[in-house]
Antibody
Framework: EVQLLDSGGGLVQPGGSLRLSCAAS????????MTWVRQAPGKGLEWVSA????????YYADSVKGRFTISRDNSKNTLYLHMNSLRSEDTAIYFC????????WGQGTLVTVSS | DVVMTQSPLSLPVTLGQPASISCRSS???????????LNWFQQRPGQSPRRLIY???NRDSGVPDRFSGSGSGTDFTLKISRVEAEDIGVYYC?????????FGGGTKVEIK
């Protein structure tokens, strides 16, 4: 059974940093690209970042480019999102999802950026 | 960026009746491999999104056959043949052939 477990969210001050994790199980992790999607309170879905199965290729939304870094550790079956220079508008639930077609989703982790 | 426009924003439905959601893209979603990468997602209240349909018309495993997807090029539709109570939630279309990946704004399906 495919499982994605998101973690690492919390309350952080504007300008601060946070690292999200997504622990994957139930499939061959390095065969799949992985993505991060976020959802601000009461809003729709916004794609944030993606990474290829090998980790060689990464993609970012303009809204996070230069501040967020996606990475993966295929030996640990774990996806990461390193978030720097956080802003209030980054407040959202962050979901990891498998593949660029988002066939499986994690449960999400809440990031709140506030002073 | 490819803009995905969904309509309506809100869809009041009667249980047992059909429902239809439209999704239009600002560019063709046909990729160089010949496939059209348009997916549909359902998000029930308080839950993570769940993929229902991939590549326009392919139902994911476990998705009831009352859900169907159709369309081509830039114009797509999600249909529910007979709405059930468990179908309440927000539905999103998403395009995948173009970076950045983009979602429609969502259609909230609620009981009339």
């Amino acid at each position: 059974e495919v499982q994605l477990l998101d973690s690492g969210g919390g309350l952080v001050q504007p300008g601060g940093s946070l690292r999200l994790s997504c622990a994957a199980s139930g499939f061959t992790f390095n065969y799949y690209g992985m993505t991060w999607v976020r959802q601000a309170p009461g809003k729709g879905l916004e794609w944030v970042s993606a990474i290829s199965g090998s980790g060689d290729n990464t993609y970012y939304a303009d809204s996070v480019k230069g501040r967020f870094t996606i990475s993966r550790d295929n030996s640990k079956n774990t996806l990461y999102l390193h978030m720097n220079s956080l802003r209030s508008e980054d407040t959202a639930i962050y979901f990891c999802a498998r593949d660029y077609s988002f066939d499986y989703w994690g449960q999400g982790t809440l990031v709140t950026v506030s002073s | 960026d490819v803009v995905m426009t969904q309509s309506p924003l809100s869809l009041p439905v009667t249980l047992g009746q059909p429902a239809s959601i439209s999704c239009r893209s600002s560019q063709s979603l046909v990729y160089s491999d010949g496939n059209t990468y348009l997916n549909w997602f359902q998000q029930r209240p308080g839950q993570s999104p769940r993929r229902l349909i991939y590549k326009v018309s392919n139902r994911d495993s476990g998705v009831p056959d009352r859900f169907s997807g159709s369309g081509s090029g830039t114009d797509f539709t999600l249909k529910i043949s007979r709405v059930e109570a468990e179908d309440i939630g927000v539905y999103y279309c998403m395009q995948a052939p173009h970076w950045p990946l983009t979602f429609g704004g969502g259609t909230k399906v609620e009981i009339k």
